[in-house]
């Protein structure tokens, strides 16, 4: 079976950091595109980041340059790096498999930027 | 990138009726279109992709239709869990993927 824990959130204060982790298991993450998708309170779904298979990576115009997507294949395991966070960064974060549609979802875990 | 623009942002809907949700991409996406479920506290859950391949497990009474910029998810007959907000989305045009901004679908 398919899972996706999602752990790392948290309140952080505007300019902070923190890595969100996304454990996956019933398949292999490095085999995988694998997305963090966020959700705003009360807000719609926007897409964050990729990581494709073969390593490379993309991200949203609005997060580019602050946010670091990868993985770790010893432990299955996806992450993402924010740095420089802002109070627009609120919201719930959910990693999921990728390959095209999105087919497989974690729980989320909550983001909270304020000072 | 391609716009999706969802209607109509809420519909009420009697318990055993038929719903109607459309969603319009701003550029064709051919059939790379999915459709998903999103219930209070919870995560997104897939119900359609390739336009109108029902994911697994997926009800028979929801079903996806379109291609192109305008596509179509009909519910046929309403239970109360299919009560949720519903989201589309575009892979042909990726990074990045694009969503609607969702359809709420309430009971009447």
């Known amino acids: 079976e398919v899972q996706l824990v999602e752990s790392g959130g948290g309140l952080i204060q505007p300019g902070g950091s923190l890595r969100l982790s996304c454990a996956a298991s019933?398949?292999?993450?490095?085999?995988?595109?694998m997305s963090w998708v966020r959700q705003a309170p009360g807000r719609g779904l926007e897409w964050v980041s990729i990581?494709?298979?073969?390593?490379?990576?993309f991200y949203a115009d609005s997060v580019k340059g602050r946010f670091i997507i990868s993985r770790d294949k010893s432990n299955n395991t996806l992450y993402l790096q924010m740095n420089s966070l802002r109070a627009e960064d609120t919201a719930v974060y959910y990693c999921?498999?990728?390959?095209?549609?999105?087919?497989?979802w974690g729980q989320g875990t909550l983001v909270t930027v304020s000072s | 990138e391609i716009v999706m623009t969802q209607s109509p942002a809420t519909l009420s809907v009697s318990p055993g009726e038929r719903a109607t949700l459309s969603c319009r991409a701003s550029?064709?996406?051919?059939?790379?279109l999915a459709w998903y479920q999103q219930k209070p506290g919870q995560a997104p859950r897939l119900l359609i992709y390739?336009?109108?391949a029902r994911a697994t497990g997926v009800p028979a009474r929801f079903s996806g239709s379109g291609s192109g910029t305008e596509f179509t998810l009909t519910i046929s007959s309403l239970q109360s869990e299919d009560f949720a907000v519903y989201y589309c989305?575009?892979?042909?045009?990726?990074?990045?993927?694009?969503f609607g901004q969702g359809t709420k679908l309430e009971i009447k």
């Open positions: 019933g398949f292999i993450v490095s085999s995988n595109y």
């Open positions: 390739g336009a109108s």
């Open positions: 989305q575009q892979y042909t045009d990726w990074p990045p993927y694009t």
């Open positions: 550029q064709s996406v051919g059939s790379d």
């Open positions: 999921a498999r990728s390959n095209s549609w999105f087919d497989s």
């Open positions: 990581i494709y298979p073969g390593g490379s990576t």
